[in-house]
């Protein structure tokens, strides 16, 4: 008979490799690092802005 710490031991490491496997299998999405920019700065109140809108038809 294996001591306690020792069964837990393999325990712990059956548990993490069956959490691999299912993180491995599950689909992921990867989100481009640079998502996540700063907004740029409000023009000034004396400044021009050109404002507008885009449609975009996915359909």
């Known amino acids: ?13 059956e548990e993490e490799a069956r959490r691999r496997r299912e993180d491995r299998d599950r689909p992921r999405l990867e989100v481009p690092p640079d998502i996540y920019r700063p907004a740029p700065e409000a023009p000034q109140d004396n400044e021009q802005v050109e404002r507008g809108i885009v449609i975009l038809d996915l359909g």
């Open 1 to 13: 008979m294996l001591p306690p710490f020792i069964i837990e031991q393999i325990r712990r490491r």
